[in-house]
């Protein structure tokens, strides 16, 4: 059995320029930037194993999208990695919300994607944390990212930019 946890979900407070985690933890932001199709954040990261995190929420994909800039011996060739979930703001406070639904694909360029915490998913819904029309939707977003990239060569980032509508920008671009 995988290490059974709710959703994870997080607040991103554009006026405020802040990310609130699914701890609780608030942290500043570096950059928002809302478009028609999704919402980008850049921020610093308090973390052992990166120092920086960007993100695009994607509501019509069903994904987040983010580059985690490891520090020196982590997770080598990891472009991408995609949180399979909902997605969505802004609410009336100008506040996107996120909600984690366990599927992840990991993205390491010139291999096709891979899709993890299957198990997850499963230990989630026995759990009564997802409904089966989550859990449904989530296994359908996964299938529609694979097979998106996989028609796109195995580059996600070409499937992005094409199905959500607009470009799907990173700081190294």
Request: with cysteine; aromatic share 10%.
């Amino acid at each position: 059995m995988s290490d059974l946890h709710p959703p994870k979900r997080e607040i991103f407070d554009v006026p405020a320029m802040t990310n609130t985690d699914n701890k609780g933890f608030v942290r500043p932001v570096d950059r928002y930037e809302e478009t028609a199709f999704g919402l980008y954040m850049s921020r610093t990261a308090d973390h052992p194993r990166f120092s920086h995190l960007e993100s695009w929420l994607l509501p019509a994909l069903g994904l987040r999208a983010n580059i985690f800039h490891f520090v020196d011996g982590h997770r080598t060739g990891q472009r991408l990695y995609l949180d399979i979930g909902r997605f969505h703001g802004p609410d009336d406070d100008g506040r996107w919300h996120a909600a984690d639904w366990y599927l992840d694909l990991v993205d390491v360029p010139g291999r096709p994607l891979e899709l993890i915490d299957v198990d997850e998913l499963f230990d989630a819904h026995a759990a009564s944390l997802l409904s089966t029309a989550e859990c449904e939707e989530a296994v359908h977003i996964a299938r529609r990212a694979l097979v998106g990239a996989a028609e796109h060569d195995h580059d996600i980032q070409k499937w992005l930019d094409t199905a959500s509508g607009g470009r799907v920008s990173w700081l190294d671009d």
